[in-house]
């Protein structure tokens, strides 16, 4: 379920619109930005790749499929994507179509359970990052049918496209996982606000408390 908005600044999306000066507001930000995520990557490598290797190992030696996972997502400006992570569900897990996951979810696996709650899945789009595709700090990446029916629901909702979407975030740390339009709404609001008051400060804090978050598993699904 949606957890109380612990941030009482969060924005109201009605003062923004498509022609806002978000992006203007944050360029200063964004080459520094770059250099941050890319220095981080090369900070923990060693740290990530042991792990990154070990999981791999896990999955392959749970079942003989895929190890990764690949998906369409939409980034910056509206562009398509391909979002690669950890294989943590069944390989029919879209045979019906794009859905959330569920709790309880029986597409998920036994392992899949695990790197899910510690966010380990995500680690393959360190790849992304480096691409130029995503950032490790910005509003979640969400699949195409999602974002085409959100645009038509939720006001403002493109606007989060303002920027490279992330590993982590502001809505992850605060809310964790949502499977509906109204936890969506709720979503957009941290997206929006993080948009508003992008800082080094700000992507530090959401580094240390994403840590938090994946030693307590709050928000996996």
Known sequence: MVEKMSNPKVIDTKILDT?????????SYIVAKRLFDLSLILLF?????LVMVVTAVLIKLESNDPILFWQKRVGMHGKVFNIVKFRSM???SEKHG?????TGDARITKLG???RKMRIDELPQLWNV????????????EQVVFVKEFEKTISNYGN?????PGITGLAQIEQGYVDDANGTRTKLKYDLYYIENISFLM????VFQTLYTMSTGFGAR
């Open 45 to 49: 490598s060693p740290i990530i790749a």
């Open 130 to 141: 480096l691409r130029g595709e995503m950032s490790l700090i910005g509003p979640r990446p």
């Open 19 to 27: 022609s806002s000066p978000t992006v203007d507001s944050i360029s």
């Open 160 to 164: 989060r496209h303002n920027v490279l």
């Open 90 to 92: 069944t390989t029919d």
């Open 113 to 115: 359970h695990f790197i």
């Open 203 to 206: 992507d530090m804090r959401i």
């Open 98 to 102: 794009s859905q959330f996951a569920e």
